[in-house]
Protein backbone atom coordinates (compact mmCIF):
# COMPACT_ATOMS: atom_id res chain seq x y z
CA UNK A 1 0.00 0.00 0.00
CA UNK A 2 1.18 3.32 -0.37
CA UNK A 3 2.68 5.32 2.34
CA UNK A 4 1.15 8.75 3.81
CA UNK A 5 0.87 11.44 1.87
CA UNK A 6 4.54 13.51 1.84
CA UNK A 7 4.32 16.94 3.44
CA UNK A 8 3.75 19.28 0.64
CA UNK A 9 2.15 22.58 0.95
CA UNK A 10 -1.31 22.32 -0.87
CA UNK A 11 -0.97 25.82 -1.81
CA UNK A 12 2.10 25.35 -3.77
CA UNK A 13 2.23 25.33 -7.66
CA UNK A 14 6.01 25.73 -8.70
CA UNK A 15 8.69 23.46 -8.97
CA UNK A 16 11.97 23.46 -11.20
CA UNK A 17 11.27 20.08 -12.77
CA UNK A 18 8.34 18.28 -12.24
CA UNK A 19 8.62 14.34 -12.98
CA UNK A 20 5.15 12.52 -14.08
CA UNK A 21 5.95 9.04 -12.12
CA UNK A 22 7.69 8.08 -9.28
CA UNK A 23 9.64 4.78 -10.71
CA UNK A 24 13.04 4.09 -10.25
CA UNK A 25 14.39 6.45 -13.02
CA UNK A 26 12.00 9.05 -11.95
CA UNK A 27 14.07 9.19 -8.60
CA UNK A 28 16.88 8.90 -10.32
CA UNK A 29 16.82 11.93 -12.53
CA UNK A 30 15.14 14.27 -10.09
CA UNK A 31 17.80 13.46 -7.73
CA UNK A 32 20.22 14.35 -10.79
CA UNK A 33 18.48 17.25 -11.75
CA UNK A 34 19.00 18.92 -8.10
CA UNK A 35 21.90 17.23 -6.26
CA UNK A 36 24.32 19.52 -7.39
CA UNK A 37 22.41 22.52 -8.21
CA UNK A 38 20.10 25.14 -7.22
CA UNK A 39 16.78 23.34 -8.63
CA UNK A 40 13.83 21.81 -6.82
CA UNK A 41 11.84 18.88 -7.61
CA UNK A 42 8.61 17.38 -7.30
CA UNK A 43 7.17 13.79 -8.15
CA UNK A 44 4.08 13.11 -9.19
CA UNK A 45 3.02 9.79 -8.08
CA UNK A 46 -0.61 7.86 -8.13
CA UNK A 47 0.79 4.11 -7.14
CA UNK A 48 3.89 3.11 -5.40
CA UNK A 49 6.75 5.11 -5.12
CA UNK A 50 9.66 3.10 -6.51
CA UNK A 51 7.68 1.77 -9.32
CA UNK A 52 6.94 -1.28 -11.16
CA UNK A 53 11.10 -2.83 -10.63
CA UNK A 54 10.50 -2.28 -7.05
CA UNK A 55 7.25 -4.40 -6.55
CA UNK A 56 5.87 -5.84 -9.72
CA UNK A 57 9.41 -6.86 -12.00
CA UNK A 58 13.21 -7.24 -11.11
CA UNK A 59 12.66 -7.46 -7.21
CA UNK A 60 9.52 -9.84 -6.26
CA UNK A 61 10.79 -11.88 -9.30
CA UNK A 62 14.58 -11.90 -8.06
CA UNK A 63 13.54 -12.90 -4.65
CA UNK A 64 10.91 -16.06 -6.35
CA UNK A 65 13.81 -17.11 -8.41
CA UNK A 66 16.98 -17.10 -6.24
CA UNK A 67 15.53 -19.90 -4.29
CA UNK A 68 15.02 -22.26 -6.80
CA UNK A 69 18.52 -21.34 -8.53
CA UNK A 70 20.21 -22.14 -5.30
CA UNK A 71 17.95 -25.47 -4.79
CA UNK A 72 19.15 -26.60 -8.37
CA UNK A 73 22.61 -26.20 -7.91
CA UNK A 74 22.40 -27.85 -4.75
CA UNK A 75 21.14 -30.60 -6.28
CA UNK A 76 23.58 -31.15 -8.84
CA UNK A 77 26.58 -30.71 -5.99
CA UNK A 78 27.80 -33.96 -4.15
CA UNK A 79 27.90 -33.34 -0.59
CA UNK A 80 24.99 -31.34 -0.74
CA UNK A 81 23.15 -33.43 -2.84
CA UNK A 82 22.05 -36.10 -0.51
CA UNK A 83 20.86 -33.61 1.27
CA UNK A 84 18.37 -31.88 -0.59
CA UNK A 85 17.45 -34.93 -2.93
CA UNK A 86 13.27 -35.46 -2.79
CA UNK A 87 12.96 -32.33 -1.26
CA UNK A 88 11.12 -29.20 -2.80
CA UNK A 89 10.83 -25.44 -1.79
CA UNK A 90 9.48 -24.47 1.23
CA UNK A 91 6.67 -22.12 -0.47
CA UNK A 92 5.05 -19.94 2.58
CA UNK A 93 8.29 -19.07 3.17
CA UNK A 94 9.77 -17.91 -0.34
CA UNK A 95 6.59 -15.72 -0.71
CA UNK A 96 7.18 -14.61 3.06
CA UNK A 97 10.97 -13.37 1.92
CA UNK A 98 9.14 -12.39 -1.12
CA UNK A 99 7.00 -9.66 0.66
CA UNK A 100 9.81 -8.68 2.55
CA UNK A 101 11.65 -7.98 -0.29
CA UNK A 102 8.94 -5.66 -1.83
CA UNK A 103 8.18 -3.98 1.93
CA UNK A 104 4.97 -5.63 1.80
CA UNK A 105 3.68 -3.35 -0.93
CA UNK A 106 4.25 -0.20 1.05
CA UNK A 107 6.52 2.80 0.11
CA UNK A 108 6.58 4.59 2.94
CA UNK A 109 10.96 4.10 2.80
CA UNK A 110 11.33 5.17 -0.14
CA UNK A 111 9.18 8.36 0.03
CA UNK A 112 11.00 9.11 3.03
CA UNK A 113 14.50 8.88 0.84
CA UNK A 114 12.69 10.98 -1.62
CA UNK A 115 11.93 13.83 1.13
CA UNK A 116 15.54 13.21 2.85
CA UNK A 117 17.05 14.07 -0.39
CA UNK A 118 15.16 17.19 -0.91
CA UNK A 119 12.44 16.06 -3.58
CA UNK A 120 8.91 16.49 -3.14
CA UNK A 121 6.32 13.93 -3.58
CA UNK A 122 2.55 14.44 -4.34
CA UNK A 123 -0.04 11.76 -4.73
CA UNK A 124 -2.28 11.67 -7.49
CA UNK A 125 -2.76 10.79 -11.62
CA UNK A 126 -0.74 13.76 -13.48
CA UNK A 127 -1.35 14.63 -16.63
CA UNK A 128 0.24 17.33 -19.17
CA UNK A 129 -2.37 20.41 -20.12
CA UNK A 130 0.32 22.52 -21.71
CA UNK A 131 3.79 23.68 -22.20
CA UNK A 132 5.82 22.69 -18.17
CA UNK A 133 1.90 22.51 -16.97
CA UNK A 134 0.51 19.71 -15.37
CA UNK A 135 -2.64 18.65 -13.61
CA UNK A 136 -2.94 16.40 -10.79
CA UNK A 137 -6.21 14.60 -9.41
CA UNK A 138 -6.02 13.12 -5.91
CA UNK A 139 -7.56 9.97 -5.51
CA UNK A 140 -10.24 11.50 -3.64
CA UNK A 141 -11.13 14.01 -6.68
CA UNK A 142 -9.26 16.77 -5.93
CA UNK A 143 -6.90 18.51 -8.77
CA UNK A 144 -4.25 20.90 -8.59
CA UNK A 145 -2.10 22.63 -11.08
CA UNK A 146 1.70 23.02 -11.29
CA UNK A 147 3.54 24.59 -13.15
CA UNK A 148 7.85 23.52 -14.35
CA UNK A 149 9.98 26.64 -14.38
CA UNK A 150 12.41 24.52 -16.66
CA UNK A 151 11.48 21.15 -17.06
CA UNK A 152 8.63 18.15 -16.79
CA UNK A 153 10.28 14.58 -17.08
CA UNK A 154 7.84 11.91 -18.40
CA UNK A 155 8.52 8.68 -16.20
CA UNK A 156 5.28 6.90 -16.50
CA UNK A 157 6.51 2.97 -17.22
CA UNK A 158 4.86 0.41 -19.42
CA UNK A 159 2.17 -2.08 -18.61
CA UNK A 160 1.85 -5.61 -19.84
CA UNK A 161 0.26 -5.36 -23.62
CA UNK A 162 -3.32 -7.74 -23.77
CA UNK A 163 -3.46 -8.62 -27.55
CA UNK A 164 -6.69 -8.48 -28.91
CA UNK A 165 -7.88 -11.95 -28.61
CA UNK A 166 -11.43 -12.64 -28.78
CA UNK A 167 -12.81 -12.71 -24.72
CA UNK A 168 -8.97 -12.55 -23.78
CA UNK A 169 -9.70 -9.03 -21.56
CA UNK A 170 -12.62 -10.12 -20.19
CA UNK A 171 -11.17 -13.30 -18.68
CA UNK A 172 -9.14 -10.95 -16.61
CA UNK A 173 -5.91 -13.24 -17.54
CA UNK A 174 -2.88 -12.86 -14.64
CA UNK A 175 -0.33 -9.79 -15.76
CA UNK A 176 3.59 -9.51 -14.58
CA UNK A 177 2.28 -7.76 -11.37
CA UNK A 178 0.14 -11.37 -10.42
CA UNK A 179 2.58 -13.22 -10.79
CA UNK A 180 5.30 -11.38 -9.52
CA UNK A 181 3.16 -11.28 -6.44
CA UNK A 182 1.43 -14.69 -6.35
CA UNK A 183 -0.47 -15.71 -2.92
CA UNK A 184 -2.26 -18.90 -4.13
CA UNK A 185 0.02 -20.91 -6.37
CA UNK A 186 -2.13 -22.75 -9.12
CA UNK A 187 -2.27 -26.03 -10.37
CA UNK A 188 -2.40 -25.85 -14.03
CA UNK A 189 -1.30 -22.70 -15.52
CA UNK A 190 -0.47 -21.60 -19.07
CA UNK A 191 2.28 -19.10 -19.79
CA UNK A 192 1.22 -17.07 -23.35
CA UNK A 193 4.48 -15.64 -24.41
CA UNK A 194 8.68 -16.56 -24.91
CA UNK A 195 10.12 -13.34 -24.03
CA UNK A 196 11.97 -13.15 -20.81
CA UNK A 197 9.17 -12.40 -18.40
CA UNK A 198 7.53 -16.08 -19.94
CA UNK A 199 10.25 -17.93 -19.50
CA UNK A 200 11.44 -16.41 -16.11
CA UNK A 201 7.79 -16.84 -14.48
CA UNK A 202 7.89 -20.48 -15.79
CA UNK A 203 11.12 -21.04 -14.15
CA UNK A 204 9.72 -20.00 -10.73
CA UNK A 205 5.98 -21.19 -10.84
CA UNK A 206 7.20 -25.07 -11.69
CA UNK A 207 9.75 -24.49 -8.48
CA UNK A 208 6.56 -23.12 -6.74
CA UNK A 209 4.61 -26.26 -7.24
CA UNK A 210 2.81 -25.83 -10.69
CA UNK A 211 1.97 -29.07 -11.71
CA UNK A 212 0.81 -28.51 -15.13
CA UNK A 213 2.79 -25.64 -16.75
CA UNK A 214 2.46 -25.15 -20.28
CA UNK A 215 4.29 -22.37 -22.38
CA UNK A 216 2.57 -20.61 -25.49
CA UNK A 217 4.74 -18.84 -27.88
CA UNK A 218 4.56 -17.52 -31.09
CA UNK A 219 7.87 -17.72 -32.38
CA UNK A 220 10.03 -21.11 -33.11
CA UNK A 221 12.13 -20.35 -30.21
CA UNK A 222 12.06 -19.20 -27.06
CA UNK A 223 13.94 -15.22 -25.79
CA UNK A 224 13.82 -14.76 -29.65
CA UNK A 225 15.87 -11.29 -29.44
CA UNK A 226 19.26 -12.92 -28.24
CA UNK A 227 21.22 -15.68 -29.42
CA UNK A 228 19.68 -18.71 -30.81
CA UNK A 229 21.44 -20.85 -28.68
CA UNK A 230 20.38 -19.14 -25.20
CA UNK A 231 16.80 -19.71 -26.04
CA UNK A 232 17.17 -23.07 -27.03
CA UNK A 233 19.04 -24.03 -23.68
CA UNK A 234 16.62 -22.44 -21.36
CA UNK A 235 14.06 -24.60 -23.28
CA UNK A 236 15.82 -27.24 -22.86
CA UNK A 237 16.29 -27.08 -19.33
CA UNK A 238 12.77 -26.05 -18.76
CA UNK A 239 11.10 -29.23 -20.81
CA UNK A 240 14.06 -31.62 -18.61
CA UNK A 241 11.47 -29.74 -15.34
CA UNK A 242 8.30 -30.98 -16.81
CA UNK A 243 7.02 -27.88 -18.57
CA UNK A 244 5.37 -28.48 -21.93
CA UNK A 245 6.77 -25.92 -24.37
CA UNK A 246 4.13 -24.91 -27.60
CA UNK A 247 6.34 -23.22 -29.74
CA UNK A 248 4.52 -21.51 -33.41
CA UNK A 249 1.22 -21.11 -31.73
CA UNK A 250 -1.17 -18.36 -31.04
CA UNK A 251 -3.98 -17.98 -28.98
CA UNK A 252 -7.23 -17.42 -30.77
CA UNK A 253 -9.83 -17.91 -28.01
CA UNK A 254 -10.39 -17.00 -24.11
CA UNK A 255 -13.18 -18.19 -22.25
CA UNK A 256 -13.26 -18.58 -18.64
CA UNK A 257 -15.79 -19.49 -15.89
CA UNK A 258 -16.65 -17.04 -13.30
CA UNK A 259 -14.90 -14.15 -14.03
CA UNK A 260 -14.22 -11.83 -11.51
CA UNK A 261 -11.78 -9.23 -9.29
CA UNK A 262 -9.95 -11.39 -6.32
CA UNK A 263 -6.91 -9.55 -6.28
CA UNK A 264 -3.44 -9.64 -7.14
CA UNK A 265 -1.83 -13.07 -7.21
CA UNK A 266 -5.16 -14.96 -6.50
CA UNK A 267 -7.01 -17.02 -9.41
CA UNK A 268 -9.28 -14.77 -11.03
CA UNK A 269 -12.41 -17.07 -10.99
CA UNK A 270 -12.85 -20.39 -12.67
CA UNK A 271 -10.93 -22.58 -15.66
CA UNK A 272 -9.37 -20.65 -18.51
CA UNK A 273 -9.81 -22.18 -22.21
CA UNK A 274 -7.44 -21.07 -24.24
CA UNK A 275 -7.66 -21.87 -28.12
CA UNK A 276 -5.03 -22.23 -30.37
CA UNK A 277 -4.74 -21.66 -33.95
CA UNK A 278 -3.67 -25.39 -34.73
CA UNK A 279 -7.28 -25.94 -33.01
CA UNK A 280 -6.26 -27.21 -29.68
CA UNK A 281 -7.65 -26.37 -26.26
CA UNK A 282 -5.59 -25.51 -23.24
CA UNK A 283 -7.48 -26.01 -19.79
CA UNK A 284 -5.88 -24.39 -17.34
CA UNK A 285 -6.86 -22.33 -13.34
CA UNK A 286 -4.59 -19.59 -14.75
CA UNK A 287 -3.45 -17.79 -17.38
CA UNK A 288 -0.52 -15.35 -16.91
CA UNK A 289 -0.30 -12.94 -20.16
CA UNK A 290 3.71 -12.36 -20.78
CA UNK A 291 3.14 -10.73 -24.67
CA UNK A 292 5.32 -7.44 -24.20
CA UNK A 293 4.32 -4.20 -22.68
CA UNK A 294 2.78 -1.13 -23.35
CA UNK A 295 4.06 2.84 -22.72
CA UNK A 296 1.38 4.21 -20.36
CA UNK A 297 1.55 7.62 -22.69
CA UNK A 298 -2.33 7.19 -23.28
CA UNK A 299 -3.68 9.54 -20.84
CA UNK A 300 -1.19 11.97 -19.64
CA UNK A 301 -2.16 14.82 -21.68
CA UNK A 302 0.51 14.60 -24.48
CA UNK A 303 -1.94 15.55 -26.96
CA UNK A 304 -1.74 19.18 -25.48
CA UNK A 305 1.57 19.61 -26.22
CA UNK A 306 1.10 18.72 -29.86
CA UNK A 307 2.35 14.74 -29.24
CA UNK A 308 0.16 12.10 -30.31
CA UNK A 309 -1.05 10.52 -27.27
CA UNK A 310 -0.20 6.81 -26.49
CA UNK A 311 2.95 4.70 -27.99
CA UNK A 312 6.65 5.00 -27.37
CA UNK A 313 7.98 9.00 -26.84
CA UNK A 314 10.70 9.30 -29.35
CA UNK A 315 13.93 11.27 -27.58
CA UNK A 316 17.00 12.22 -28.83
CA UNK A 317 20.65 11.17 -26.80
CA UNK A 318 19.73 13.53 -24.03
CA UNK A 319 15.89 11.83 -23.59
CA UNK A 320 14.57 14.91 -24.57
CA UNK A 321 11.60 14.52 -26.41
CA UNK A 322 12.24 15.29 -30.24
CA UNK A 323 8.30 16.20 -31.10
CA UNK A 324 7.86 19.41 -28.54
CA UNK A 325 10.40 21.96 -28.87
CA UNK A 326 12.72 24.50 -26.80
CA UNK A 327 13.70 20.98 -24.42
CA UNK A 328 11.44 21.53 -22.03
CA UNK A 329 10.06 17.74 -21.68
CA UNK A 330 12.15 14.88 -21.47
CA UNK A 331 11.22 10.96 -21.44
CA UNK A 332 13.15 8.36 -19.42
CA UNK A 333 12.80 4.59 -18.84
CA UNK A 334 9.85 2.06 -20.94
CA UNK A 335 8.42 5.24 -21.82
CA UNK A 336 11.06 6.20 -24.72
CA UNK A 337 11.01 2.83 -25.63
CA UNK A 338 14.85 2.40 -26.26
CA UNK A 339 15.62 -0.58 -23.59
CA UNK A 340 12.68 -1.49 -21.27
CA UNK A 341 15.23 -2.40 -18.41
CA UNK A 342 15.39 -0.38 -15.31
CA UNK A 343 18.87 -0.26 -15.33
CA UNK A 344 18.91 1.74 -18.47
CA UNK A 345 16.29 3.74 -16.97
CA UNK A 346 18.14 4.79 -14.43
CA UNK A 347 21.04 5.49 -16.64
CA UNK A 348 18.83 7.77 -19.15
CA UNK A 349 17.55 9.54 -15.68
CA UNK A 350 21.46 10.07 -14.88
CA UNK A 351 22.56 11.71 -18.22
CA UNK A 352 18.79 13.41 -18.10
CA UNK A 353 19.37 15.01 -14.67
CA UNK A 354 22.58 16.30 -15.23
CA UNK A 355 21.65 17.87 -18.68
CA UNK A 356 18.40 19.53 -17.00
CA UNK A 357 20.78 20.90 -14.40
CA UNK A 358 22.96 22.39 -16.76
CA UNK A 359 20.73 23.69 -19.15
CA UNK A 360 18.96 25.61 -16.29
CA UNK A 361 21.72 27.14 -15.22
CA UNK A 362 22.47 28.02 -18.92
CA UNK A 363 25.46 25.67 -19.24
CA UNK A 364 26.16 23.56 -22.37
CA UNK A 365 26.07 19.90 -20.63
CA UNK A 366 29.11 18.12 -21.09
CA UNK A 367 31.21 15.60 -19.25
CA UNK A 368 34.25 15.29 -17.89
CA UNK A 369 36.57 15.42 -21.18
CA UNK A 370 34.07 18.35 -22.29
CA UNK A 371 31.96 16.09 -24.81
CA UNK A 372 28.37 16.20 -25.03
CA UNK A 373 26.97 14.86 -22.63
CA UNK A 374 25.14 11.75 -24.13
CA UNK A 375 23.45 7.73 -23.95
CA UNK A 376 24.48 6.82 -27.05
CA UNK A 377 27.39 5.15 -25.22
CA UNK A 378 25.66 3.32 -22.83
CA UNK A 379 22.97 1.95 -24.83
CA UNK A 380 25.73 0.28 -27.19
CA UNK A 381 26.42 -1.59 -23.93
CA UNK A 382 22.42 -2.34 -22.97
CA UNK A 383 22.86 -5.43 -20.44
CA UNK A 384 20.65 -7.59 -19.44
CA UNK A 385 20.49 -10.73 -17.53
CA UNK A 386 17.45 -13.26 -17.85
CA UNK A 387 17.22 -15.36 -14.40
CA UNK A 388 16.30 -18.95 -15.59
CA UNK A 389 17.62 -22.16 -15.42
CA UNK A 390 20.45 -21.66 -17.01
CA UNK A 391 21.01 -17.85 -17.16
CA UNK A 392 21.31 -15.80 -19.71
CA UNK A 393 23.68 -12.79 -19.84
CA UNK A 394 24.27 -10.31 -23.18
CA UNK A 395 25.62 -7.01 -23.34
CA UNK A 396 25.97 -5.18 -26.53
CA UNK A 397 24.69 -7.01 -30.23
CA UNK A 398 24.02 -10.39 -31.19
CA UNK A 399 25.45 -11.64 -34.49
CA UNK A 400 22.18 -10.99 -36.17
CA UNK A 401 21.65 -7.67 -35.00
CA UNK A 402 25.43 -6.31 -35.91
CA UNK A 403 25.08 -7.72 -39.26
CA UNK A 404 21.78 -5.88 -40.28
CA UNK A 405 23.81 -2.73 -38.79
CA UNK A 406 26.25 -3.11 -41.43
CA UNK A 407 29.30 -4.58 -39.32
CA UNK A 408 31.77 -7.11 -40.65
CA UNK A 409 31.24 -9.65 -37.94
CA UNK A 410 33.55 -12.22 -36.55
CA UNK A 411 32.44 -14.30 -33.94
CA UNK A 412 33.75 -16.76 -31.23
CA UNK A 413 31.88 -19.30 -29.34
CA UNK A 414 33.00 -21.79 -26.05
CA UNK A 415 31.19 -24.80 -24.18
CA UNK A 416 31.52 -23.13 -21.09
CA UNK A 417 31.69 -26.55 -19.56
CA UNK A 418 34.99 -26.94 -20.52
CA UNK A 419 36.15 -24.59 -18.01
CA UNK A 420 37.81 -25.66 -14.51
CA UNK A 421 35.78 -22.82 -12.98
CA UNK A 422 32.23 -24.25 -13.86
CA UNK A 423 33.48 -28.13 -13.29
CA UNK A 424 33.90 -26.40 -9.47
CA UNK A 425 30.67 -25.26 -9.69
CA UNK A 426 28.75 -29.03 -10.84
CA UNK A 427 30.35 -31.35 -13.29
CA UNK A 428 27.44 -31.55 -15.27
CA UNK A 429 27.69 -27.91 -15.88
CA UNK A 430 25.77 -26.79 -19.10
CA UNK A 431 26.68 -23.38 -20.81
CA UNK A 432 27.84 -21.64 -23.40
CA UNK A 433 29.24 -18.26 -24.49
CA UNK A 434 29.92 -16.10 -27.82
CA UNK A 435 31.72 -12.69 -28.55
CA UNK A 436 30.74 -10.57 -31.48
CA UNK A 437 33.60 -8.56 -33.29
CA UNK A 438 33.46 -5.50 -35.44
CA UNK A 439 36.54 -7.14 -37.74
CA UNK A 440 36.85 -2.88 -39.01
CA UNK A 441 38.18 -1.78 -35.69
CA UNK A 442 38.96 -5.48 -33.86
CA UNK A 443 36.20 -4.88 -30.78
CA UNK A 444 34.22 -6.47 -29.00
CA UNK A 445 30.61 -5.24 -30.36
CA UNK A 446 28.26 -8.18 -28.81
CA UNK A 447 28.61 -10.51 -25.73
CA UNK A 448 26.22 -13.52 -24.85
CA UNK A 449 26.59 -16.10 -22.01
CA UNK A 450 24.43 -18.98 -20.74
CA UNK A 451 24.86 -21.02 -17.84
CA UNK A 452 24.58 -20.99 -14.00
CA UNK A 453 26.22 -17.82 -12.28
CA UNK A 454 27.17 -15.99 -15.80
CA UNK A 455 25.12 -13.00 -14.63
CA UNK A 456 28.62 -11.57 -12.96
CA UNK A 457 30.19 -12.00 -16.38
CA UNK A 458 27.59 -9.42 -18.22
CA UNK A 459 29.32 -5.98 -16.46
CA UNK A 460 33.15 -6.77 -18.05
CA UNK A 461 31.20 -7.36 -21.14
CA UNK A 462 29.56 -4.40 -21.14
CA UNK A 463 32.44 -2.51 -20.42
CA UNK A 464 34.52 -4.11 -22.95
CA UNK A 465 31.74 -2.84 -25.40
CA UNK A 466 31.45 0.51 -24.07
CA UNK A 467 34.73 1.40 -24.13
CA UNK A 468 35.40 -0.38 -27.31
CA UNK A 469 38.36 -2.50 -25.80
CA UNK A 470 40.28 -3.89 -28.86
CA UNK A 471 41.06 -7.72 -28.71
CA UNK A 472 44.71 -6.84 -28.03
CA UNK A 473 44.13 -5.36 -24.84
CA UNK A 474 41.54 -7.83 -23.93
CA UNK A 475 44.41 -10.36 -24.52
CA UNK A 476 45.69 -8.67 -21.34
CA UNK A 477 42.96 -8.70 -18.80
CA UNK A 478 44.06 -11.76 -16.83
CA UNK A 479 41.09 -13.61 -15.66
CA UNK A 480 41.18 -15.67 -12.53
CA UNK A 481 41.26 -18.85 -11.55
CA UNK A 482 39.49 -21.26 -11.57
CA UNK A 483 36.17 -18.67 -12.33
CA UNK A 484 33.74 -18.75 -15.17
CA UNK A 485 35.69 -15.84 -16.11
CA UNK A 486 38.29 -17.70 -17.86
CA UNK A 487 35.45 -18.26 -20.78
CA UNK A 488 37.40 -14.59 -21.74
CA UNK A 489 40.63 -16.10 -22.13
CA UNK A 490 39.02 -19.37 -23.92
CA UNK A 491 36.84 -16.94 -26.38
CA UNK A 492 40.15 -14.89 -27.29
CA UNK A 493 42.32 -17.76 -27.82
CA UNK A 494 39.46 -19.23 -30.16
CA UNK A 495 39.83 -15.74 -32.76
CA UNK A 496 43.26 -15.93 -31.87
CA UNK A 497 43.87 -19.97 -33.22
CA UNK A 498 41.57 -19.25 -36.33
CA UNK A 499 43.62 -16.02 -36.86
CA UNK A 500 46.72 -17.73 -37.16
CA UNK A 501 45.69 -20.62 -39.15
CA UNK A 502 44.92 -18.33 -42.03
CA UNK A 503 41.50 -17.72 -44.47
CA UNK A 504 39.60 -21.37 -44.75
CA UNK A 505 40.04 -22.38 -48.13
Same mark, same amino acid.
Given at each position: ?????????? !???????????????????????????????????????????????????????????? +???? @??????????????????????? @????????? !?????????? #???? *??????????????? &???????SRTLTARHTVVIDTGSCTTVPPVPGLAEAGAWTSRDVTN??????????????? *??????????? +?????? #?? *????????????????????????????? +??????? &??????????????????? $?????????????????????? @???????????????????????? !???? *????????????????????? #?????????????????? /??????? !?????? +?????????????????????? /???? $?????????????? $???????????????????????????? #????????????????????????? &???????????????????? $???LRLLETVRTRRAAGPTP
Open positions: MAGKAASVDP !DRSEWDVIVLGGAAAGENVAQYATQFSDLDAVIVEAELVGGECSYWACMPSKALLRPADV +LTNG @RHVPGVSSLVAGRGLDVPAVLAR @RDTVVNGLD !DASQVKWALD #TGID *VIRGYGRLTGERTVE &VVTAAGDVHEVPRRVVVYGGGV *VACEAATWLRA +LGVEEL #TV *VYRSPDLLARFEPFAGRMVADQLRDAGVR +LLPGRSA &VEVRRADPRGTGVGLPHGG $EVTLRLDDGAALVADELVLATG @RTPNTQDIGLSSVGCPDGGFLAVD !DQQA *VRAVSGSWLYAIGDVCGRALL #THMGKYQARIAGEVIAAR /AAGRRPT !DADDEP +LSVAAGHRGSPQVTFTQPEVGS /AGMT $ERQAREAGVDVETA $EYDMAGLAGTFVMREDYVGRAKLVVDRA #TDTVVGATFVGSGVADLVHSATTAV &VARLPLSVLWHVVPSYPTAS $EVW
